[in-house]
């Protein structure tokens, strides 16, 4: 009881079925993955992420149709969007913008 | 033995890879053209398993869950283009996760042994015959497991998940942490001992 054998088969019980990462984490983790991306080069212009087949948010759709150059596109309106500083301080925020993944995150 | 235990077939900590997904290579593809929808994509796809994966390991500090799961994409972000394919995202993601919950291992059980856990040796009681009667379901025992190990003090509980459910050896550790084997052994002794009590308290 209690030995090295025991021990061994209640860790090989497993870890039973995923937990679901609280959205606010899910929120962040994308907040800094997009940072680490953008420090290391433009993102992909927001035009060509259209053509890709990513869904833009209302405000990003209204930045891939100004008519100014790829950098304007290229960068992250999210930096300055409250969606995304709702979501990453909140459990269910009210996110509800088609083509958001902050209100994907929080209300996938 | 404990006959409440069920013989359950299996690895520790063996998660199941997720389905073929055909998809994963032009997800890595638009990730590394910078495409922030992609990188939603990866996020959404994988952090539920990170995240179970970390909080298990790291119960008795679950205030590190979340810091280690933001490590681990951070990292995999940064070493996305050397992945090459041959195992499914999330086996490679795992993988992220495994060195840096060593990491955590290793930085804790560097620290300084606390007086308060040895003295709470010495209130332990004398090997007792199991009391607990009921035969105890898979679920139940994970949960029992969990809970006491989160009542443990840290140490205890990461040497205890390090060593079993991470199935790293007493020498493995010994190295990572840089202590001698006996040291691990000893201190593997009085974790297991302060589980037992706890164990046999609930």
Request: include cysteine; aromatic fraction near 8%; charge should be neutral.
């Amino acid at each position: 009881m209690f030995d090295d054998l025991w021990f061994e088969r209640l860790a090989g019980m497993g870890e039973g079925s995923d937990e679901r990462a609280p959205a606010r984490l899910k929120s962040k983790v994308y907040s800094a993955a997009i940072m680490r991306m953008a420090g290391s080069a433009p993102l992909l212009d927001l035009k060509e992420t259209k053509n890709s087949g990513g869904h833009l948010c209302v405000f990003e759709h209204s930045v891939a149709l100004l008519p100014m150059g790829t950098a304007i596109r290229s960068m992250n309106p999210c930096r300055v969007c409250h969606a995304r500083v709702l979501g990453e301080r909140m459990e269910h925020a009210p996110i509800f913008w088609p083509g958001c993944p902050y209100s994907e995150f929080h209300n996938g | 033995m404990d006959p409440n235990l069920p013989v359950m077939p299996g690895l520790a900590g063996e998660i199941p890879p997720p389905a073929e997904d055909s998809g994963e290579q032009e997800l890595v593809a638009a990730i590394l053209r910078n495409d922030r929808k992609a990188a939603a994509r990866f996020v959404a796809a994988h952090i539920d398993a990170i995240y179970t994966y970390a909080r298990q390991r790291l119960l008795p500090r679950a205030d590190l869950v979340e810091d280690t799961v933001q490590e681990v994409f951070l990292a995999a972000l940064g070493g996305l283009r050397h992945f090459q394919g041959q195992s499914s995202l999330r086996t490679w993601l795992i993988g992220i996760a495994r060195h840096k919950i060593e990491d955590v291992y290793r930085r804790r059980l560097r620290a300084p042994e606390s007086l308060d856990d040895t003295a709470q040796l010495d209130r332990d009681p004398p090997d007792a015959a199991p009391m607990v009667d009921e035969q105890l379901d898979t679920t139940r025992a994970r949960e029992k497991a969990r809970s006491v190990i989160a009542r443990l003090p840290e140490r205890y509980g990461l040497i205890l998940l390090w060593r079993y459910w991470e199935q790293r050896s007493t020498r493995d550790i010994a190295q990572a942490v840089g202590v001698t084997e006996k040291s691990v052994e000893r201190m593997l002794a009085r974790a297991r001992a302060r589980f037992k009590q706890l164990w046999l308290e609930e």
